[in-house]
């Protein structure tokens, strides 16, 4: 859903875990979900993105998967590295390129 | 992927003066940019929508007077802060709309710049 004015959740794994995002959407007519990955100072980068047509997406270390009925986005980052932490955001394409981001996630990742 | 640049990184600037921040496309045409806010420890909120040659269409609760926004060319748009305050110390974030061959589109995000206000 929408942030407004939360702290964000964390996230802490040990290095070579599998960590898993979750992030809820409140519009139901939603039809395009992207991930982004923001580190500290820097604009977000785009991880993984997903149609509502689809309810699974898979990229190099990363999967996406979306619940319709529930209206429910996950983010699955096989053998976590130091180098993904970062605060994660799903965000939901409202009309070519307008975004809404969700709350967002801490993650951090231990060596 | 296409590359979107922010100018200045970081400014800081007093308390009444206004601050003027760029974002440009430099490898494609985006006649459509948008720009975000975001504070510390907080997800990004969408600010406007700025349009090539057009006004900008401002969300519910940005100030249009005190955040002017200009895109007066297809790969720059500007973001003006007026009569800056220590409120409006943030993180702004813009994206530009790539638009492919195939009619997809996808934003790409400048690396965003630091406003302090002092």
């Known amino acids: 859903g929408e942030s407004v004015g939360l702290h964000l959740p964390t996230l802490s794994v040990q290095e070579g875990d599998n960590s898993i995002i979750n992030c809820a959407y409140s519009n139901s007519a939603s039809d395009y979900f992207i991930w982004y990955k923001q580190e500290s100072g820097k604009g977000p980068q785009f991880i993984i993105d997903?149609?509502?047509?689809?309810d699974k997406r898979q990229g190099q270390r990363v999967t996406v998967l979306l619940n319709k009925t529930v209206k429910h986005l996950s983010l699955q980052i096989a053998a976590t590295q130091p180098g993904d932490s970062a605060v994660y955001f799903c965000a939901d394409d409202t009309s070519y390129g307008k975004l809404t981001f969700g709350q967002g996630t801490i993650l951090t990742v231990h060596p | 992927g296409a590359v979107v640049s922010q100018h200045p990184s970081w400014v800081i600037c007093k308390s009444g003066t206004s601050v003027k921040i760029e974002c440009r496309s430099l490898?494609?045409?985006?006649?459509?940019m948008f720009w975000y806010r975001q504070f510390p420890k907080q997800s990004l909120m969408l600010m406007a929508t700025?349009?090539?040659?057009?006004?900008?269409?401002?969300e519910q609760g940005v100030e249009k007077d005190k955040f002017l926004i200009n895109h007066a060319s297809l790969t720059l748009s500007t973001l003006t802060v007026t009569s800056a305050h220590p409120e409006d110390s943030s993180f702004y974030i813009c994206?530009?709309?790539?638009?492919?061959?195939?009619?997809?589109?996808?934003?790409?995000f400048g690396q965003g710049t630091r406003l302090t206000v002092v």
């Open positions: 700025s349009n090539e040659g057009s006004k900008a269409t401002y």
């Open positions: 490898d494609f045409q985006a006649t459509t």
């Open positions: 994206s530009a709309l790539f638009r492919g061959l195939s009619m997809n589109t996808e934003a790409f």
């Open positions: 997903i149609r509502s047509n689809m």
